[in-house]
């Protein structure tokens, strides 16, 4: 049984728009991540890869500067398992940028890990990244 993951997450004084080409470009998603090599692009239908490999799908649909919609498939998954959709929607309130994320079809035994995952391995290293830039 799969399960799902929603988080809303602040970046104060950020522009979401810059937070959302930050996340489509591969040099900057490697270092927002602190050193997860990505491969991805702001091409509709493109395939990515993300965190050396370790994650992979595929770009759905977007909105420029305001959605970002994913097939989403981690390598320790089981091969029969169906990928996951990852739903970023980002928005501006005020001087802070925000990203409402939902995370669905995350298989149940991997629900923990991921949703710690995003925090440890995403929200954290990336406003990290952004209070050096």
């Known amino acids: 049984m799969s399960k799902i993951i929603t988080q809303s997450i602040q970046f104060k004084d950020q522009k979401a728009a810059a937070l959302y080409e930050m ?5 900057k998603h490697s270092l927002l991540t602190a050193g997860g090599t990505a491969k991805i692009s702001a091409k ?3 395939a990515f890869k993300v965190w050396g490999g370790y994650i992979h799908g595929k770009n759905l649909l977007l909105i420029k500067h305001k959605l970002i919609v994913q097939s989403w498939i981690a390598a320790d998954w089981q091969n029969s398992e169906t990928p996951s959709i990852l739903i970023l929607v980002f928005r501006q309130e005020g001087a802070n940028a925000i990203i409402e994320m939902t995370h669905s079809g995350v298989p149940a035994e991997h629900w923990n890990g991921i949703k710690q995952g ?3 391995f ?6 990290s990244y952004l209070k050096m830039k």
């Open 23 to 27: 996340y489509l470009d591969s040099k």
């Open 44 to 46: 509709e239908g493109s």
């Open 122 to 127: 995403y929200w954290k290293p990336w406003k």
């Open 118 to 120: 995003w925090t440890d």
